[in-house]
């Protein structure tokens, strides 16, 4: 539920108060409208595995020489009118992703993530943009998720299963707070689209489980939506009071 602004209210009848509602709750992410990030387009980054089965050889080909795969995935949130959406990748027409890889051996998560991140989206050097729109660092918040792969399979959890000891592999995912502008480069062999969290929420058929579950990861959050021009349109999941 979005609770609408004074300034952004089209009626005139309001509830009677039920009282305060926001005990213990987290806090308050301030969404852009996804018009103001700029899309650009740099080189095309092919898959590096021709399919699903050399994937996963060599992920067994990199646990035996460097042991657990550790992999980063970024949860890019913006709004379109007053909702969540969700900056993913799309491969083929068809595949779906989360923007993020897999970290070298030894180096460090966090600054290794952001590399993986300009890696996929960070604009090459020598495109016409302005400085300020693309030249900030990566603010990567909260961890939301963790998935681990406990075979060399393409099944993955939400938990370590009790009879698993040596997992393959983890992926972790983070909340990524994006500023009010920022350039975005997309590799020409993939699309960057916007989608909202109701297409999301239980499509385990078109996202996979990982995907479809973000709409829960996200449910602790409240959210500040603001337009173009800073001002704020909506807040979710309401304000203090719910008579408001």
Known sequence: MTTITEAGRKTTIVPPS????????QKTIRLYPVTNYTFGTKEAQPEEDPSVSARLQRL????????????????????????PHILML??????????????????????????RLDERLAPVAGQQFAPDQH????DISDCI???WRPNFETFTYPF????????????????????????LSVPKN???????????????????????????YLSRYNFEFVDENDVVIGRSPGLTSFSQ
């Open 18 to 25: 039920s009282g305060d509602f926001s005990a213990r709750q």
């Open 135 to 138: 030249t900030e660092e990566w």
């Open 190 to 216: 993939m699309k960057l689209l916007a989608v909202p969290l109701f297409e999301l929420h239980e499509n385990s058929a078109r996202y996979g489980s990982q995907l479809s579950a973000i709409p829960q």
């Open 160 to 183: 370590i299963p009790p009879h698993v000891t040596r997992p393959k592999e983890c992926k972790k995912m983070y909340l990524i707070n994006l500023p009010k502008h920022k350039v």
């Open 145 to 147: 998720a963790q998935w």
């Open 60 to 83: 067994q080909d990199q646990y035996e020489q460097y042991g657990i795969r550790r992999t980063c995935e970024g949860v890019l949130v913006c709004h379109e009118h007053g909702h």
């Open 90 to 115: 799309q491969i083929a027409n068809a595949f779906f992703k989360l923007p993020g890889d897999y970290l070298q051996p030894g180096e460090e998560e966090i600054e290794g993530f952001k590399v």
